[in-house]
């Protein structure tokens, strides 16, 4: 739960939750967050057992861990309303489709390894 206390770790957690699979580079864009400050939030949600990650090529891929899912999901229901929460959210959307996130890099047969 004290990972929860943060609010930037909210907004990574609702990222993952709403849009799923995100690299450190795509988080930095939309949360405008230095690298060094999103690696120490990230580090600190994986190892308070709510995030896993997969190597593909140059790029770290993360997302929730299957057991995290619920625990965030009952979170999200009292902060989705959240005016910056909302504000990432478009900034993702924006992002995607502009492809410049770096999910819309990565070749579609390697993809299809992450995702299933």
């Given at each position: 739960m004290?990972a929860?206390g943060?609010?930037?770790?909210?907004?990574?957690?609702?990222?993952?939750?709403l849009?799923?699979?995100?690299t450190?580079?795509?988080?930095?864009?939309?949360?405008?967050f230095?690298?060094?400050?999103t690696?120490r939030?990230?580090m600190?949600?994986?190892?308070?057992?709510?995030l896993?990650?997969h190597k593909?090529d140059?790029?770290?891929?993360?997302?929730?861990?299957?057991?995290?899912i619920e625990?965030?999901?009952?979170?999200?229901?009292f902060?989705e309303k959240?005016?910056?929460?909302?504000?990432d959210?478009?900034?993702?959307?924006?992002?995607?489709?502009?492809?410049?996130l770096?999910l819309?890099?990565i070749?579609p047969?390697?993809?299809k390894?992450?995702?299933g």
């Open positions: 004290k929860l943060d609010p930037s770790r909210v907004r990574i957690l609702n990222l993952l939750y849009r799923e699979h995100l450190i580079s795509d988080l930095e864009f939309i949360l405008d230095t690298q060094t400050k690696s939030h990230i600190y949600l994986k190892h308070a057992g709510m896993v990650s593909l140059q790029w770290v891929i993360y997302d929730l861990k299957e057991e995290a625990l965030i999901g009952r979170f999200h229901a902060v959240d005016v910056q929460l909302l504000k959210l478009k900034t993702y959307d924006t992002l995607f489709s502009n492809r410049e770096s819309n890099k070749e047969s390697k993809w390894k992450i995702i």
